[in-house]
């Protein structure tokens, strides 16, 4: 059974990418459109892993991804950070927020898909 | 007219005309900028169904030729070169994949430009406010005292438009970017 993925972006094209690369390579990718969608997606399904922007409307990355650590269900599912932001203190604050990765755009097709496999198998 | 009122003629006009003149090409600006983001999403989605549709015609046509050359004993310099082409059109679709990523980057680009401009037009719009209370008999004093609160606006709303506007997108070229795991 294909393992899923949750991808969290308010850009529709950079979600498009992001599902072509990630389905190529055998993955279920559902997709949100900010964090507040995400996390509306993560409690109807939990999800092997989930990839997601730090600036979006109604809720940003950080936000989401402290919103789903508080999740009983989200505490050990991993989760990655796609984002124009490359600072060290934005990197910070999305590891102490939970997040286990910090990937900055534009990304390769074949790095994410590595570092999906890497994470998750 | 004393020269009193002529300088508070004065500066109602330059006042007036650098709020009205500078809101107007502002307008502009901004509304081309929105009709840019618009258009680059168009384009983007335009650019990326073409591109799976492409992708999607390649992988068929590789599983023909894969089909065509089971069949019979195909020279095995073909059979390389088919599998070097594949491997070659994986990396180009990877490449645009990374490439078409331009749309995101140039739309947050473009909305923090648009809340600048939005800034600057508040910032005319505060001279225009500052204007309308000088009047032509208004003396020197009043004349400095009002400059004096437009010029307090004016740095209030600058320091509100540099606290709120934070850059997101440092990138400057479409390499792929770094990656860490923690």
């Known amino acids: 059974m294909a393992k899923t993925i949750l991808a969290v972006d308010d850009s529709g094209s950079l979600r498009q990418m992001v599902a072509f690369s990630l389905k190529a390579a055998g993955y279920e990718v559902i997709e949100a459109v900010d964090g507040q969608d995400g996390l509306d997606k993560a409690k109807k399904q939990t999800v092997d892993l989930v990839l997601t922007d730090q600036n979006m409307p109604r809720m940003d990355g950080l936000s989401f991804i402290k919103a789903l650590r508080g999740m009983t269900s989200y505490q050990r599912v991993p989760i990655l950070m796609l984002t124009t932001e490359s600072g060290d203190d934005m990197k910070a604050q999305g590891k102490a927020a939970g997040a286990n990765g910090w990937l900055v755009k534009p990304f390769d097709p074949q790095r994410l898909t590595e570092v999906v496999k890497k994470v998750i198998g | 007219m004393a020269s009193s009122e002529m300088m508070g003629s004065q500066v109602k006009c330059l006042l007036s005309g650098v709020s009205d003149h500078g809101d107007r090409h502002l307008a502009e600006?901004?509304?081309?900028?929105?009709?840019?983001?618009?258009?680059?999403?168009?384009?983007?989605?335009?650019?990326?169904?073409?591109?799976?549709?492409?992708?999607?015609?390649?992988?068929?046509?590789?599983?023909?030729?894969?089909?065509?050359?089971?069949?019979?004993?195909?020279?095995?310099?073909?059979?390389?070169?088919?599998?070097?082409?594949?491997?070659?059109?994986?990396?180009?679709?990877?490449?645009?994949?990374?490439?078409?990523?331009?749309?995101?980057?140039?739309?947050?680009?473009?909305?923090?430009?648009?809340?600048?401009?939005?800034?600057?037009?508040?910032?005319?719009?505060?001279?225009?406010?500052?204007?309308?209370n000088v009047l032509p008999e208004s003396d020197?004093?009043?004349?400095?005292?009002?400059?004096?609160?437009?010029?307090?606006?004016?740095?209030?709303?600058?320091?509100?438009?540099?606290?709120?506007?934070?850059?997101?997108?440092?990138?400057?070229?479409?390499?792929?970017?770094?990656?860490?795991?923690f």
């Open chain 2, 29 to 132: 600006v901004e509304t081309d900028l929105v009709q840019m983001n618009i258009l680059l999403a168009e384009a983007i989605k335009k650019l990326g169904a073409s591109f799976m549709a492409i992708h999607g015609a390649l992988c068929i046509q590789q599983e023909t030729v894969s089909q065509l050359l089971s069949g019979g004993a195909p020279a095995p310099e073909c059979v390389a070169r088919l599998e070097a082409i594949h491997g070659e059109i994986g990396q180009h679709v990877n490449a645009a994949v990374t490439g078409l990523q331009f749309q995101d980057m140039t739309s947050q680009l473009i909305g923090r430009m648009v809340t600048h401009l939005a800034g600057l037009r508040d910032m005319f719009g505060a001279l225009g406010t500052g204007s309308s």
């Open chain 2, 140 to 181: 020197q004093q009043d004349i400095v005292t009002l400059l004096n609160c437009v010029n307090q606006m004016l740095a209030q709303r600058s320091v509100a438009l540099e606290g709120s506007v934070r850059k997101a997108v440092s990138q400057r070229h479409m390499e792929s970017g770094d990656i860490e795991l």
